[in-house]
T-cell receptor, first 109, second 113 residues
Framework: LAKTTQPISMDSYEGQEVNITCSHNNIATNDYITWYQQFPSQGPRFIIQGYKTKVTNEVASLFIPADRKSSTLSLPRVSLSDTAVYYCLVGGNTGKLIFGQGTTLQVKP | NAGVTQTPKFQVLKTGQSMTLQCAQDMNHNSMYWYRQDPGMGLRLIYYSASEGTTDKGEVPNGYNVSRLNKREFSLRLESAAPSQTSVYFC????????????FGQGTRLTVV
């Protein structure tokens, strides 16, 4: 299973763009990269998933370089409600969805 | 559409007691998962079920058993609860093990005293 490494925490201010990078040096050919968001006292919520290049949805963008050894979750113009823990997962063909420690994002007014 | 429903939401057990955490999904998903989350930590996979009739160990299976009762339901049993099992337990489901978009329940907060 590919292990992921993310920053433990990040701070930002309202209205700024936030980029959270995840390292996954041992990603396998069949692995997808998936990001989840978790608010306190709630279960994680799927944000975005990608295999290569760039994926964008109404919530975020995901940038994946050609070597796929890292990925960057981009949150445009964050608000206070984006304060949460963000998890990067790599996998999809083993049945095991393994979560790392995640990145705690604190958005300040 | 309820999604993933877990019961109970809260539970206090004495050391050595047993209990079963229930999980049901109404999305016709094939795969289901049980996680635990200790305070300030990430989620750790306990067991998962790729499809009805199959179960496999995750990262931290010791002290737990699971049953995939049917396609909808996946239960987690603690045979002899220990204080180290105090945690929040999350159940999740996904269309298949090839699909990493999982849907989570609201969690069961378990305290073992």
């Amino acid at each position: 299973l590919a292990k992921t490494t993310q920053p433990i925490s990040m701070d930002s201010y309202e209205g700024q763009e936030v980029n959270i990078t995840c390292s996954h040096n041992n990603i396998a050919t069949n692995d997808y990269i998936t990001w989840y968001q978790q608010f306190p006292s709630q279960g994680p919520r799927f944000i975005i998933q990608g295999y290569k290049t760039k994926v964008t949805n109404e919530v975020a963008s995901l940038f994946i370089p050609a070597d796929r050894k890292s990925s960057t979750l981009s949150l445009p113009r964050v608000s206070l409600s984006d304060t949460a823990v963000y998890y990067c997962l790599v996998g999809g063909n083993t049945g095991k969805l393994i979560f790392g420690q995640g990145t705690t994002l604190q958005v300040k007014p | 559409n309820a999604g993933v429903t877990q019961t109970p939401k809260f539970q206090v057990l004495k050391t050595g007691q047993s209990m079963t955490l229930q999980c049901a999904q109404d999305m016709n998903h094939n795969s289901m998962y049980w996680y635990r989350q200790d305070p300030g930590m990430g989620l750790r996979l306990i067991y998962y079920s790729a499809s009805e009739g199959t179960t496999d160990k995750g990262e931290v299976p010791n002290g737990y058993n699971v049953s995939r009762l049917n396609k909808r339901e996946f239960s987690l049993r603690l045979e002899s609860a220990a204080p180290s099992q105090t945690s929040v337990y999350f159940c999740a489901s996904s269309a298949s093990t090839l699909n990493t978009e999982a849907f989570f329940g609201q969690g069961t907060r378990l305290t073992v005293v």
